[in-house]
């Protein structure tokens, strides 16, 4: 009697507590179950394909890029400028960001590496082969 009324109840509770955690309006209740509906969500979302990037934004990044690269090429030429180490670490620093950024829009894996000249490097070589242009 135990087995059988434990088969019924316990397909009938963890249902329950997956509705109850998907569901939007009962709070006490997804505060219970809402760490399971966290993981399944975050399974989920890992098998769907993620949609492409806007292009429009791919072509914003790729001009602010573009900008960046010849500003950085400016101060490398310029040696007279004032505070240009600040400058320069500065937009090299934006640079990088910038092109992690890319690296995430075009899906190319982004150089988990400490030194920044190499890890540039990989990310410029791998959008490059991946089409970008700036």
Known sequence: MFIYVALC???????????????????????VGG?????VRAVLDRWRPQPPPDPFEVLSVQLRLERLAHEIA????????????????????????LLEEA?????APIAEMEVR?????LEEAELRSRGWTW
């Open 74 to 97: 400016e101060l490398e030429a310029n040696p007279a400028r004032w505070a240009r180490a600040h400058h320069l670490r500065a937009a090299l620093t934006a640079y990088d960001d």
């Open 103 to 107: 690296c995430r829009m075009a899906g």
């Open 9 to 31: 109840a316990l397909p009938a509770v963890v249902f329950g507590i997956f509705f109850a955690a998907l569901s939007p309006y009962d709070n006490r209740v997804k505060r």
């Open 35 to 39: 760490w399971v509906a966290d993981r």
């Open 117 to 121: 000249p190499v890890r540039r490097l």
